[in-house]
């Protein structure tokens, strides 16, 4: 198998299928994932991807795209752990407290390390998935679990791009490690060109172990849904 080059997926419409809320209801954790069908928020009614040119009108108020996407309750993610494999974490007052470890896979080494994003992506996708919204007015620009601890496993660089042996990796330690961290989900809004089946494929493999392990794990990537 090719050990392929790993790009991050696209700005926001990766980061909503990336992310996920997550609540604990004593031991049992359940998982919401947005998807990109919702209220034809992101797909036309003919299923296809809608032109930017064609969207028109104000911004949506953070208050109406929760309503609409069903997140007005009280979902919060308190108890559940997020590892999210990307470009990193800048660290902000968001993740104040609530990320566990942040560990560097780049360039083929398993480091722990000071939270930093070069990129960006990571620090969008967890945001996304989890940012407490402290900067904003009434926490309007809050992530979707905002109560969620991370672990942020960086796999790619600062252009985004890293090598499928390296977030294998990332799987794998995230795996390994779940119960010292309380890991319960894992984000992958990032992957490469399908370039064999996928059963012999190897990031599909990892993905499978992870699985299999009890991890539930969030991808944006076709080859590894």
């Known amino acids: 198998s090719t050990d392929a ?13 990336g992310g996920v809320v997550g609540t604990v209801v004593g031991t049992v954790v359940t998982v919401v994932e947005v998807v990109v069908s919702v209220a034809g928020l992101v ?3 003919g299923g296809t991807l809608l032109d930017p040119a064609e969207c028109y009108g104000p911004a949506v108020p953070p208050r109406v ?11 919060s993610g308190k108890g559940v752990g997020v590892a999210v494999i990307d470009s990193g974490l800048e660290m902000t007052d968001d993740f104040y407290g609530r990320v566990a470890a942040f560990y560097d896979f780049t360039g083929g080494k398993t480091a722990q390390a000071t939270p ?12 996304t998935i989890g940012g407490s919204g402290v900067r904003s007015t009434y926490r309007e620009y ?40 309380g890991i319960h989900i894992i984000n992958l809004s990032l992957g490469h060109p399908v370039f064999e089946p996928a059963e012999p494929d190897p990031l599909v493999q990892a993905v499978e172990r992870a699985a299999r392990a009890g991890v539930i794990v969030i991808t944006a990537a076709g080859n590894l849904g």
């Not at 930093?116 to 945001?127: I, K, N, P, R």
């Not at 672990?151 to 977030?167: F, M, Q, R, S």
């Open 65 to 75: 795209l929760r309503e609409t996407l069903g997140l007005s309750g009280s979902l």
């Open 116 to 127: 930093s994003d070069a990129y960006g992506h990571g620090t969008h996708v967890a945001g």
């Open 142 to 181: 809050r992530g979707l679990a905002p109560n969620v601890k991370f672990v942020i496993l960086k796999a790619l660089d600062g252009k985004g791009a890293g090598y499928t042996t390296d977030v294998i990796r990332a799987i794998d330690f995230a795996v390994a490690n779940r119960a010292k961290w």
């Open 43 to 45: 797909l036309g009614t």
């Open 5 to 17: 080059v790993i790009r991050a997926k696209g700005g926001l419409l990766g980061g909503l299928l």
